[in-house]
């Protein structure tokens, strides 16, 4: 992976093709009506979670158990990190993929206003000696994997919900995947600089991009940001719908591999971030996978008699080597799939 440290202000037009006014889409940071809440200590948790699943792709839980210090400290530390002259951040790159990068994601010419950390997750553990993490890296390490063993957790609480509320056996179907010591995990921090830079060059006082739309080719994302907005998900029918922030809560997003193994019942969500104008956004997100020589397939406890899938087989190494091949917006499943229409999720019963 190639990456800049030269002024974005240089490639700013490449940036702004990549942008979509969204003049026409405000959405009240306080209308929760459109993303689903899910109380994780409510008995219909795991029907509603599915429901959540197959029709909008993610949702936010709340009594999740995680402590608010557990996240403010890392929050805290990574602020630290991104607030380093670059000179120093620079010293824990370039991302080839792990490692920090800035403004261009991935090797396929992506770019976005975004600085980023992305670490790999080892046997539910993030390795220190894989990336050089300047001023105090002791602290930075115990907080970050802290963190990562908290989402961990709540990913497979999920997915084991998941398995419970299509009632597939066994209970951890999902969740084995995640747990296993060769599990191909990764937690990413992204740093979302004020974009009132280019707003002014650019004169066009229009929505820019943080982060391009995707899907996250993993079983399952979890994500906690600071309370800026700018995470944004596509509805089935094309429109963009901006997430509420909170801060106190996480946000879980279905991946293309979830998608498969539920053979097209669940349907990994497109999303996107826009550069706030005034506000730094920090966001973390845990992307649970599965070991690399894991077949990635629709789950035959959860198959009906007659059903067929939808996908080709393949394992997680071959899809995961399929997604770092293509740009970011790219259909990453549409290469896996048979000539066979995937039919709409079927309504959760509760």
């Known amino acids: 992976m190639v990456v800049s440290s030269q002024p ?90 792990y490692g920090y990068g800035n403004k261009r994601i991935g090797s396929n010419s992506d770019v976005g206003w975004v600085e980023y950390l992305l670490l790999a997750v080892n046997d539910g553990l993030i390795s220190e000696k894989f990336v050089n993490i300047p001023e105090s890296p002791q602290l930075f390490w115990y907080a970050l994997n802290e963190y990562v063993a908290a989402v961990r957790n709540i990913a497979c609480v999920v997915l084991e919900k998941i398995a419970d509320g299509l009632k597939i056996e066994p209970k951890n179907v999902l969740s084995r995947m995640l747990k296993d010591e060769k599990s191909d995990s990764c937690f990413r921090l992204n740093h979302y600089p004020p974009c009132t830079e280019i707003e002014a ?14 899907t996250d080719p ?82 035959s406890s959860l198959m009906e008699e007659g059903e067929e899938s939808f996908y080709k087989e393949f394992t997680w190494h071959e899809y995961k080597k399929s997604s770092y091949m293509t740009k970011l917006s790219a259909d990453r499943l549409g290469l896996f799939e048979k000539n066979i229409i995937v039919p709409y999720a079927k309504n959760c019963q509760i």
């Open 218 to 299: 993993q079983v399952i994302s979890v994500i906690r940001s600071n309370n800026t907005t700018g995470l944004q998900i596509s509805l089935k029918d094309g429109t963009w719908v901006s997430v509420p922030p909170d801060e106190h809560s996480f946000f879980i997003i279905v991946g293309d591999s979830l998608q498969v193994l539920t053979n097209g019942r669940f349907k990994s969500v497109k999303h996107r971030v826009l550069a706030n104008s005034v506000k730094s956004r920090l966001s973390m997100i845990y992307f649970g996978g599965p070991p690399l020589n894991e077949k990635i397939l629709p789950l």
């Open 8 to 97: 974005i202000l240089q490639n700013s037009s490449n940036l702004y093709r990549t942008c979509k006014s969204t003049s026409d889409l405000h959405f009240s940071d306080n209308n929760n009506s459109v993303i689903p809440v899910i109380d994780m200590l409510d008995s219909k948790a795991k029907f509603l979670i599915t429901k959540a699943c197959q029709e909008f792709g993610l949702f936010k839980i709340v009594n999740h158990g995680v402590p608010d210090d557990t996240m403010i400290k890392l929050e805290s530390d990574a602020v630290k990190f991104f607030d380093l002259p670059q000179c120093d951040k620079d010293k824990a790159g370039p991302a080839s993929p």
């Open 201 to 214: 060059y650019l004169k066009g006082g229009r929505n820019f991009i943080g982060f391009g739309e995707h």
